[in-house]
C-alpha cells in the first residue's frame, strides 16, 4: 500500500492550493484518510480527516478555509486550501489508517500508512 502525494508549491498569502493524495495497492478499501502537516522542530498535527462514509474535521486553525474530499471509488483525496496564511507553511502528508487490501486471495488489514511530504509555502 501506497500513499503518493501531489500539488504543494509556493502561493502568496491570501491565495489558494489544492493537494491531492492517491492510494495504489490491490482491492483497497480505506476507512479514513487524512491530511497532517509538519514545520521543522514540530509535532505533526492533523490538518483534516475523511472517512470513507464522508464524515470529515479539521483542524480549529484550518476550518472554514480547507476543505477534504475524497473519491472513494479512485482512493484519492484532496484538500483545497483557500485564504492561506504564512503559517499554514508546513510539509504536508498524507496518511491513511485501517486499509484493507486483497489481491488473489490474500487479503489483510494495514494501519497508520504514510505518504511523502509535499511542501507548501505561503509567503507574505
Known amino acids: 500500500v501506497q500513499l503518493q502525494a501531489s500539488g504543494g508549491g509556493l502561493v502568496q498569502a491570501g491565495g489558494s492550493l489544492r493537494l491531492s493524495c492517491a492510494a495504489s495497492g490491490p482491492g483497497l478499501v480505506i476507512a479514513v484518510m487524512d491530511w497532517y502537516r509538519q514545520a521543522p522542530g514540530k509535532q505533526r498535527e492533523l490538518v483534516a480527516s475523511?472517512?470513507?462514509?464522508?464524515?470529515?474535521n479539521y483542524a480549529a486553525s484550518v476550518t472554514g478555509r480547507f476543505s477534504i474530499s475524497r473519491d472513494t471509488a479512485k482512493n484519492m483525496i484532496y484538500l483545497q486550501m483557500s485564504s492561506l496564511k504564512p503559517e499554514d507553511t508546513d510539509v504536508y502528508y498524507c496518511?491513511?489508517?485501517?486499509?484493507?487490501?486483497?489481491?488473489?486471495?490474500?487479503?489483510?488489514?494495514?494501519?497508520?500508512?504514510w505518504g511523502r511530504g509535499t511542501q507548501v509555502t505561503v509567503s507574505s
Open positions: 475523511i472517512t470513507a462514509g464522508g464524515n470529515t
Open positions: 496518511h491513511a489508517d485501517r486499509v484493507r487490501y486483497a489481491n488473489f486471495g490474500v487479503s489483510g488489514t494495514v494501519n497508520n500508512v
